[in-house]
């Protein structure tokens, strides 16, 4: 069963600077195509950034030019790094393929609060 981690969320400052991690259990990433989700409180869980099968990359209205996703292969490791984050940006943050597969379970996630 593959599991994913997610890492690095934390309170930041309006205006700084994240970046966060999610580790997979095993060599996915030549199967899966990897996405960043995230979830704000009374709200649904949306698509923030996720890889091509080409190897592009594709990112919501609202973070692009803000968020870049990467990946480590070697690691099996997928990156977002967040930079001038908002307020609006605080949510839980979740890696899965994409799209999802409803056999994957959704990991933990980790917590992003932008707040002065």
């Known amino acids: 069963q593959v599991q994913f981690v997610e890492s690095g969320g934390g309170l930041v400052q309006p205006g700084g600077s994240l970046r966060l991690s999610c580790a997979a259990s095993?060599?996915?990433?030549?199967?899966?195509?990897m996405g960043w989700y995230r979830q704000a409180p009374g709200k649904q869980r949306e698509l923030v950034a996720r890889?091509?099968?080409?190897?592009?990359?594709n990112y919501a209205d609202s973070v692009k030019g803000r968020f870049t996703i990467s990946r480590d292969n070697a690691k099996n490791t997928v990156y977002l790094q967040m930079n001038s984050l908002k307020p609006e940006d605080t949510a839980i943050y979740y890696c899965?393929?994409?799209?999802?597969?409803?056999?994957?379970?959704w990991g933990q996630g980790t917590q992003v609060t932008v707040s002065s």
């Open positions: 899965n393929p994409y799209p999802p597969i409803s056999t994957i379970n």
């Open positions: 095993g060599s996915i990433f030549n199967i899966y195509v």
């Open positions: 890889f091509s099968r080409g190897g592009t990359t």
